[in-house]
């Protein structure tokens, strides 16, 4: 059980959040709890705390719809707290569509799907001119362009709501990322991913590697949905500190060298310093 536990406890506790807040969603719609309302999209915290993604504000605020206080203040609060966590940690522990995604590159592993493959076919940039052209879009046509489309939002509101084309929505991707491209929704598509990565370059929580512990073994880049962020991994003792980074936190489960941990940003290095 305790060996379960060291190679699981991030995931695990990355399921039991997910899973959590879309049971406190369900019964803050369904049976009134008062503890969050709504959706991902907009809720309230308590009937009080307005929670509001500020990718969407953006769009909005693009599309020249008024921003309300409480709109302002919400998704102020969301990009605060998002910010000081670093990385996409949304992305890892708060969105039901990580769920999918991590499920399809799990059993992409296992049925040796393109295993020979030598480097990915798609850029990751594609997120950050996605995320650009949605907010071009948003001025141009006056509506919140992704959200219209955002299998986020769709997923998040077929779970609460059982609409049918959210399951559509979350099939398409499951496919997409099994069978087409590595880590394709998350790792190179969404837009609301790229919004976060650039945020969370500035957040405390960070992987930190241990050069002289690593015995290169690799395990923690097949594993890691951004597999690029890890470039310091048995060359020398850095701190991740790119935004791509989704903090969830597999690369440390499945290190047996305890050369990866989270730690607060630079503290670890001064640490270091201090034992040598």
Sequence with gaps: MTNFWEHYRFLVLRRFTQISLMLLYIGGNYWGWNFVQGNLSASMLFGVVPLNDPY????????????TTNLFVGALIVTIFYM???????????????????AA??????????????????????????????????????????EFISPISITHRAIIFGVGLGWTAMLVIFLFDLFILKNGWCGHICPLGGFYGV??????????????KCTVCMK???VCPEPQ?????????????????????????VCDDDALNFSIRKLAKEKRDENN
């Design 220 to 222: 923690c880049k097949i």
């Design 56 to 67: 969407a504000a953006l769009q909005m605020f693009a599309a020249g719809a008024v921003i």
């Design 84 to 102: 000081l966590l670093g990385g996409r940690t949304f992305c890892s522990w708060v969105c039901p569509v990580n769920i999918i995604t991590d």
């Design 105 to 146: 590159n799990y059993l992409r592993r296992k049925l040796h799907v393109n295993q020979v493959e030598k480097k990915q076919p798609a850029s990751r940039n594609i997120r950050y001119w996605v995320l650009g052209l949605s907010l071009v879009l948003s001025y141009i046509l006056g509506v919140t362009a992704f």
């Design 199 to 212: 945020i969370g370059k500035v957040g405390a929580v960070r992987v930190d590697h241990d050069e002289e």
């Design 229 to 253: 962020v890890l470039f310091m991994v048995g060359k020398e003792s850095l701190q991740v500190l790119d935004g791509e980074c989704t903090n969830c936190g597999r690369c440390i489960e």
